[in-house]
């Protein structure tokens, strides 16, 4: 039966799953698919959905869209449609010492700094996390291409602009990675259903009390060029299971 927003059949998607923010980004993952392989599964909403196969093994990408409460919708009807192994592949605005824009962060847990998970929760305390397994497939692959990498902590927030002058200083202080919107839910959803769910991210700016958001942003192709990499990683740890 279709979902309410993934107006897909229950097999029109892979068990594995990659997750990126941005409906282009879905596109362009798409054609990084085998050739011929590709079809478009959703377009409702613009949540861009593709199923084909990467290397003979089948694979799927959908757009979540930005925050928590779009991505758990997206996900929920994932789950229902019987997605097994989820891969958020995004960007992130780095917070922590030595991080560079363009670096890849992969996560290994998610503070649940945002509504959708706290709601979920009911407010009690959690550790959203991602799966071992999955993760260390990521590590695997970022390693085998060359690509340096942070692991570790990230906090999911709901809010982009922040204009706290010490924000990125608390969590920093914590020894929290980086900012980004959709980790905790999906790690969350993925732990509640018995599933494996990570998550890759790019850095596309750098946050301290000298630079902001909008001066250290990277310049788009470059941005491009960094996130491109890291799906070359994800659709290399995903097919590995």
Not at 15 to 21: D, E, F, K, Q, R
Not at 136 to 160: N, Q
Request: with cysteine; aromatic share 8%.
């Amino acid at each position: 039966m279709p979902q309410i927003h993934l107006r897909a059949e229950e097999g029109d998607y892979a068990p594995l799953i990659l997750l990126p923010g941005d409906p282009n980004r879905a596109r362009r993952i798409s054609e990084r698919f085998d050739a011929g392989s590709a079809r478009q599964v959703n377009d409702h909403r613009g949540l861009f959905g593709f199923t084909g196969t990467y290397r003979g093994t089948p694979v799927s990408v959908q757009t979540s869209g930005m925050g928590t409460p779009s991505l758990s919708i997206v996900v929920e009807e994932l789950l229902r449609l019987g997605a097994k192994r989820l891969i958020r592949v995004g960007t992130c605005g780095g917070i922590a010492p030595g991080l560079k824009t363009g670096d890849l962060v992969i996560a290994t847990a998610a503070c649940p700094v945002d509504g959708a998970t706290t709601t979920y929760l009911h407010g009690e305390a959690y550790a959203p996390a991602a799966d071992f397994a999955l993760t260390r497939f990521l590590v695997d692959a970022a390693d085998a291409a060359g690509i340096s990498h942070r692991t570790g902590l990230v906090a999911s927030v709901d809010v982009f602009y922040n204009t706290d002058d010490d924000y990125a200083k608390r969590w920093r202080e914590r020894g929290v990675l980086a900012f980004e919107m959709e980790a905790s839910a999906l790690f969350f959803l993925a732990a509640r259903d018995g599933v494996q769910a990570a998550c890759a991210l790019t850095v596309s700016d750098v946050l301290s009390e000298d630079v902001s958001t909008e001066e250290s942003y990277l310049p788009l192709e470059e941005l491009d060029h960094a996130i491109d990499r890291m799906i070359e990683v994800a659709l290399e740890a995903g097919t590995r299971l």
